[in-house]
């Protein structure tokens, strides 16, 4: 307990040093911020008042929104907000807070992809029993333990990281507090403590990775058994938005942390944390609504309902 080290603040990775360049991340990070909300909220909001869209499939889209728009507003707004006031600090506790709801809607996200990937298996290799077996309640029901269980393990996790013993500096190598660099502030020997947690954490990550390959395996096996070529091509489009998405998910964590960090510079970890952190929430809702004809018609007809009711508005007031 003597060798303890206090630590009451953390010093993030800096874009640069440049003030002109902190202006430019400063702009350029609240443009993609702005897309990652505005794309996001719009797919909760039409699969909201659509009662087209009141199916497990665009449920769980809403849910994958959500926790696009959490993920990107754990690192974001405070990188933005040290750039513009030329600093790199972050207290105690609000390195904690990252590191708790960052890993919160990071792991919940992947199990709720894990999820949508048994509702498609569900979908097209069991469609006779998909209402029964996708109904309401078990929707609710999947997606509420998604979220609690995380919740729980990110609470554990969290604690558990946050009490060992930092004595190997303030210095968090990322412009946001992870528990991988964090872990390389900690002592050898508390260290030990952890390996248990991300050994499990491993597991359970593969084991999700197992039940999404053994679905899409399925899912393919039975896409290719059908006999129209319309059918296969309207079968496997209701599987590729989330198919891309999972694979560009899975494709950016895994690259970030396997890349060994001995050899990779501070730039390339920025590079690579913008990627796998700040790129997914903007690009999933452009993946899901791009090829997505029921997400189009819906914004449409919402745009379209609005215009007119204001323009219903102005006749009515001349």
């Given at each position: 307990?003597?060798?303890?080290?206090?630590?009451?603040?953390?010093?993030?990775?800096?874009?640069?040093?440049?003030?002109?360049?902190?202006?430019?991340?400063?702009?350029?990070?609240?443009?993609?911020?702005?897309?990652?909300?505005?794309?996001?909220?719009?797919?909760?909001?039409?699969?909201?008042?659509?009662?087209?869209?009141?199916?497990?499939?665009?449920?769980?889209?809403?849910?994958?929104?959500?926790?696009?728009?959490?993920?990107?507003?754990?690192?974001?707004?405070?990188?933005?907000?040290?750039?513009?006031?030329?600093?790199?600090?972050?207290?105690?506790?609000?390195?904690?807070?990252?590191?708790?709801?960052?890993?919160?809607?990071?792991?919940?996200?992947?199990?709720?992809?894990?999820?949508?990937?048994?509702?498609?298996?569900?979908?097209?290799?069991?469609?006779?029993?998909?209402?029964?077996?996708?109904?309401?309640?078990?929707?609710?029901?999947?997606?509420?333990?998604?979220?609690?269980?995380?919740?729980?393990?990110?609470?554990?996790?969290?604690?558990?990281?946050?009490?060992?013993?930092?004595?190997?500096?303030?210095?968090?190598?990322?412009?946001?507090?992870?528990?991988?660099?964090?872990?390389?502030?900690?002592?050898?020997?508390?260290?030990?403590?952890?390996?248990?947690?991300?050994?499990?954490?491993?597991?359970?990550?593969?084991?999700?990775?197992?039940?999404?390959?053994?679905?899409?395996?399925?899912?393919?096996?039975?896409?290719?058994?059908?006999?129209?070529?319309?059918?296969?091509?309207?079968?496997?489009?209701?599987?590729?938005?989330?198919?891309?998405?999972?694979?560009?998910?899975?494709?950016?964590?895994?690259?970030?942390?396997?890349?060994?960090?001995?050899?990779?510079?501070?730039?390339?970890?920025?590079?690579?944390?913008?990627?796998?952190?700040?790129?997914?929430?903007?690009?999933?809702?452009?993946?899901?609504?791009?090829?997505?004809?029921?997400?189009?018609?819906?914004?449409?007809k919402l745009i379209e309902g609005r215009l007119f009711t204001k323009n219903k508005m102005?006749?009515?007031?001349?």
């Open positions: 307990m003597s060798n303890r080290t206090t630590v009451t603040e953390f010093l993030l990775l800096g874009f640069s040093d440049v003030r002109e360049l902190q202006i430019l991340h400063f702009v350029m990070f609240l443009v993609i911020y702005l897309a990652a909300l505005v794309g996001n909220l719009l797919i909760i909001i039409v699969v909201s008042f659509d009662h087209h869209l009141h199916t497990p499939m665009y449920f769980f889209l809403m849910n994958l929104s959500i926790l696009d728009i959490g993920s990107i507003s754990v690192p974001v707004p405070k990188s933005m907000a040290n750039s513009l006031m030329n600093t790199r600090s972050i207290s105690y506790s609000g390195c904690v807070t990252q590191v708790f709801f960052f890993m919160f809607f990071a792991v919940t996200e992947y199990s709720l992809l894990t999820i949508m990937a048994y509702d498609r298996y569900i979908a097209i290799c069991q469609p006779l029993h998909y209402e029964r077996v996708m109904n309401r309640r078990a929707c609710v029901q999947m997606a509420a333990s998604a979220w609690m269980s995380v919740f729980v393990y990110t609470a554990l996790h969290t604690g558990n990281t946050f009490s060992l013993s930092f004595c190997g500096g303030n210095m968090v190598d990322q412009f946001f507090c992870e528990i991988p660099q964090l872990l390389k502030l900690a002592c050898s020997d508390s260290y030990l403590h952890e390996t248990g947690v991300i050994v499990f954490s491993v597991c359970l990550g593969l084991g999700c990775f197992v039940f999404i390959v053994v679905s899409y395996v399925q899912i393919f096996t039975t896409v290719l058994r059908i006999p129209s070529v319309l059918g296969r091509q309207k079968a496997f489009s209701t599987c590729l938005p989330h198919l891309v998405v999972v694979s560009f998910f899975l494709c950016t964590a895994i690259f970030a942390y396997l890349n060994p960090s001995s050899s990779s510079t501070s730039g390339l970890n920025i590079m690579v944390a913008v990627l796998y952190s700040v790129m997914p929430p903007v690009m999933n809702p452009i993946i899901y609504s791009m090829r997505n004809k029921e997400i189009k018609a819906a914004l449409k102005s006749i009515f007031h001349l």
